[in-house]
Every structure is written in structure tokens, then in C-alpha cells.
Nanobody, 118 residues
Framework: QVQLVESGGGLAQAGGSLRLSCAASRNIFSMYTMGWYRQAPGKQREVVATITSRGTTDYADSVKDRFTISRDKAKNALDLQMNSLKPEDAAVYYC????????????WGQGTQVTVSS
């Protein structure tokens, strides 16, 4: 069973920064894709940023040039650096990891709240 634990959420002012981290119980470089998703009240969960095992990244248009997804080998963690935060970035942020060894899995963290004050 793959476990993912997010941390780093909290309150930030508009224009400020936060850094989220997702610690994994399995080697994150063994996962064929990892990503950050978010869900605001009354809205569907949406993808924020993803990274493949080869390091290819992709971002939602709404966060391009503001957010950066990365993997920390020493911590075995997936990070999300969020800069120039906007009130519309407020949501619960979830970490996701998918892999195929030793079985297919699609793991989610419990989520971390991000609040942005205007």
C-alpha cells in the first residue's frame, strides 16, 4: 500500500508564496507519474501540475509561470512551490502518485488546506 502525506498548507496573502510537500512511502522515482490536484468548495477536483518518471512536467494554464512541481530525492518527496498566490488558488491540495509495480496503484494523500487572503 502506497502512502502519501502532504504538508505545508496554510494561510498566505495574495501575492505571497507557499511550498507544499508530499512524503511518500515508496520511491517516488518508481512512480510513472505524480501530481498535485486541488478542490475548492463546490467545485470538482482539478489537476494543478504533474511530473512523469522522466521528469516531464505539465501545468494547468491557471498556474503556469507561478507554480513549480519538483521531486526531492533526499526527502523522497514531491514538492509544489506556489508563488504569486491568488484568492482563486485557495483549495484543498492533494498529492497523487501512480505506478505499476508490484501492482497497479493510484494513491492519494489526505489533502492539505491552502487559504489565500485578498
Amino acid at each position: 500500500q502506497v502512502q502519501l502525506v502532504e504538508s505545508g498548507g496554510g494561510l498566505a496573502q495574495a501575492g505571497g508564496s507557499l511550498r507544499l510537500s508530499c512524503a511518500a512511502s515508496r520511491n517516488i522515482f518508481s512512480m510513472y507519474t505524480m501530481g498535485w490536484y486541488r478542490q475548492a468548495p463546490g467545485k470538482q477536483r482539478e489537476v494543478v501540475a504533474t511530473i512523469t518518471s522522466r521528469g516531464t512536467t505539465d501545468y494547468a494554464d491557471s498556474v503556469k509561470d507561478r507554480f513549480t512541481i519538483s521531486r526531492d530525492k533526499a526527502k523522497n518527496a514531491l514538492d509544489l512551490q506556489m508563488n504569486s498566490l491568488k484568492p482563486e488558488d485557495a483549495a484543498v491540495y492533494y498529492c497523487n502518485g501512480r505506478g505499476t509495480w508490484p501492482y497497479d496503484y493510484d494513491a492519494w494523500g489526505q489533502g492539505t488546506q491552502v487559504t489565500v487572503s485578498s
